[in-house]
């Protein structure tokens, strides 16, 4: 059973790796493995309850392959970890069958409570260089996570996750309740073109700090806009003449004004080509 599995992880080898020539050159040079092969001795020990021997054959293969795998994670079948350098897999996380995970990636945790504390990964999913994926979360099949991601919240099947925090960029299918549009997205969306802005990734879904941040301002900006359309109301029916020339906002810096245009129009092509993917599915 063992020998069986090592074969079968390293015939896993050339469908991901195109520079893997041959079977001793993989059986011999590709740290990922090794430790992934001597995770299942560590992890069997584990669950004979030879604890403190199981920790620290884990150690050895740390020392060997620059990989940390706690002898308590559980691992599927054709698991790939290519180069293998600061991989670290926590004591409570599941992995499901042909995944993979890229140098640098770490599934941990974010509290020091016992029990579920690690991520759980779907079949399939592939993260890349970099990526941190952190508390109980659950990463669904086919899933990829981009390189220097920091995921902390689930992430659904077959869709493409990147930036800190980690938010959906291709594949998922909007539900009812991100596409059904408020009046507060349209008075936000209404007010940033006044203000020659183009309103991405303000909605109230997007986990963006800075995108949050945003549509807080243009909340207040719309706010501010009605309390002194009031106030032009309230002099002009006592006899004044105010907010009849009222000069148009204009940015300056032609440069700023196209590039704004083109990073609009290239964000509605992808969405509209989304959109597209989404539709013949």
Known sequence: MLFRGIREDIASVYQRDPAARHFFEVLTNYPGLHAIWIHRISHRLWRWRLRWLARWISTISRWFTGVEIHPGAKIGRRFFIDHGMGVVIGETAEIGDDCTLYHGVTLGGTS??????????????????????????LIG??????SNSVVVRDVPEGVTVVG?????????KPSAEI?????????REAIAKKYGFDAY????????????????????MHMLDNRVVEMCKAINSMGGNVCSDVPKIE???????????????????VNQEQTNKVGKR
């Open 179 to 187: 596409t059904a549009r408020t009046e507060k997205d349209d008075a």
């Open 201 to 220: 990734a303000v909605s109230k879904d997007n986990p963006d700090p800075v995108a949050m941040s945003i549509g807080r301002m243009l909340d207040h």
């Open 112 to 137: 020091w409570k016992s029990g579920k504390r690690h991520p759980t990964l779907a079949n399939g999913v592939v993260v890349g260089a970099g990526a941190k994926i952190l508390g109980p979360l």
């Open 251 to 269: 940015l300056e810096h032609e440069d700023f004004v196209q590039a704004e245009q083109e990073a609009a129009k290239s964000r509605n092509d």
């Open 141 to 146: 099949e086919n899933a990829r996570i981009g």
């Open 164 to 172: 800190i925090p980690g938010r959906i960029v291709a594949g998922a």
